[in-house]
């Protein structure tokens, strides 16, 4: 009996751990080596159009599909993106004190990070006044990978965010370790 147990530990201990290095792989890569990668490739730019809301969403918001044209070849892609959301709610006795807004705006500078009161209707209502059907917006890519781009400016994956899912992929990686030493010492002891 023991050695069943010391061997689902071993095992459970070292699937951990690969499930804790490829998370904190993949946030690395997100957090910080994709968005050097973005800033450092995608420097062509060109002007895209509006064809409609797409069905995407960043952030639990709709984004327009936006299709542009390099070297004779037509793309789309869905943005621009957003980096996260912050909701401020505010009720008593179920009625909504804040009326709905957000800092999405007609023109000037996208926000990275969305703030809305009272949920996310507002800030739809303003993608939708902000990208209408036919407006033109700038498109970055890739010049050795067109199809490969964004509209308006990145929205990176925050640096904290990145940083605390790393923590966690690690403490992940070392509950797996300790699985795993534990099932050797058990074994060792048979």
């Not at 008593?92 to 996208?110: F, H, M, P």
């Not at 949920?119 to 036919?134: L, N, W």
């Not at 300790?178 to 074994?187: E, K, P, R, T």
């Given at each position: 009996?023991?050695?069943?147990?010391?061997?689902?530990?071993?095992?459970?201990?070292?699937?951990?751990?690969?499930?804790?290095?490829?998370?904190t792989?993949i946030i690395?890569?997100?957090g910080f080596?994709?968005?050097e990668y973005?800033?450092?490739?995608?420097?062509?730019?060109?002007?895209?159009?509006?064809e409609?809301?797409?069905?995407?969403?960043?952030?639990?918001i709709r984004?327009p599909?936006v299709s542009?044209?390099v070297?004779?070849?037509t793309?789309?892609?869905?943005?621009p993106?957003?980096?996260?959301?912050t909701?401020v709610f505010?009720?008593?006795?179920?009625?909504?004190?804040?009326?709905s807004?957000?800092?999405?705006?007609?023109?000037g500078?996208?926000?990275l990070?969305?703030?809305?009161?009272?949920?996310?209707s507002?800030?739809?209502?303003?993608?939708?006044?902000?990208?209408?059907?036919?407006k033109?917006?700038?498109v970055f890519?890739?010049?050795?990978?067109?199809?490969?781009?964004?509209?308006e400016r990145?929205?990176?994956?925050?640096k904290?965010?990145?940083?605390?899912?790393?923590?966690?992929?690690?403490v992940?990686?070392a509950?797996?370790i300790a699985m795993?030493?534990i099932?050797?010492?058990?074994?060792?002891?048979?």
């Amino acid at each position: 009996m023991h050695s069943t147990l010391s061997f689902a530990l071993i095992l459970a201990g070292i699937l951990i751990i690969v499930l804790g290095a490829i998370t904190t792989g993949i946030i690395i890569w997100l957090g910080f080596r994709r968005p050097e990668y973005r800033r450092t490739h995608f420097t062509g730019h060109t002007i895209g159009t509006v064809e409609r809301m797409s069905n995407i969403t960043s952030n639990d918001i709709r984004v327009p599909l936006v299709s542009y044209t390099v070297d004779g070849q037509t793309y789309k892609v869905a943005g621009p993106r957003f980096a996260g959301r912050t909701d401020v709610f505010a009720e008593v006795a179920g009625r909504q004190l804040l009326s709905s807004s957000s800092n999405i705006t007609a023109d000037g500078e996208l926000p990275l990070v969305v703030k809305t009161k009272g949920g996310t209707s507002s800030a739809q209502a303003a993608m939708k006044e902000r990208y209408p059907v036919g407006k033109n917006v700038d498109v970055f890519y890739d010049p050795n990978k067109p199809k490969h781009a964004f509209v308006e400016r990145d929205a990176p994956l925050s640096k904290t965010i990145s940083i605390i899912l790393i923590c966690m992929g690690g403490v992940l990686a070392a509950f797996g370790i300790a699985m795993f030493a534990i099932g050797i010492v058990i074994l060792a002891h048979l």
